[in-house]
């Protein structure tokens, strides 16, 4: 990856509608040029996807938590993944070192929601049990690069 596909990735980053000349010009190609890059950085897997962020109040879900997820067995990250990938709840996951094998934010309406949805993520496999952190405020939330 050299420092014209950084720059595609930042800019695609910032904003993934962007057409091809807003790409190209933001790093220095033309349209085509640019497409052709971005062809290979999603080809390559180095972008493996496009999505819209949507602000949670825009949803009215306003309670959020942090689930612990304990498995059984020894499930491959992939296998606890796709599990996850289901609940539409659930806006980020990540394995973690310690007692817990992943730690999942949940977005949901209001506390019944908030527990339907664990309640849906304990019924899958490779769940075995969840322990739950309701966040009461948000103290930073800063964008990522």
């Excluded at 499930?75 to 796709?82: F, G, T």
Aim: hydrophobic share 50%.
């Amino acid at each position: 990856m050299d420092a014209i596909d950084q720059a595609i990735i930042r800019y695609v980053l910032h904003d993934a509608r962007a057409t091809y000349a807003q790409i190209g010009k933001a790093s220095g190609l033309s349209a085509p040029a640019a497409k052709r890059r971005l062809d290979r950085l999603v080809a390559t897997g180095a972008i493996r996807g496009f999505t819209a962020l949507v602000d949670p109040q825009a949803l009215a879900w306003h309670t959020e938590a942090f689930v612990e997820v304990y498995c059984a067995g020894n499930p491959a990250p992939a296998e606890l993944r796709q599990a996850l990938e289901a609940i539409p709840e659930v806006v980020e996951a990540c394995t973690v070192s310690g007692a817990a094998d992943a730690v999942v934010h949940i977005l949901a309406r209001d506390i019944p929601h908030l527990e339907q949805a664990i309640q849906r993520m304990r019924a899958t496999p490779p769940v075995e049990r969840t322990e739950s952190a309701i966040v009461l405020s948000r103290l930073l939330n800063r964008p990522r690069v």
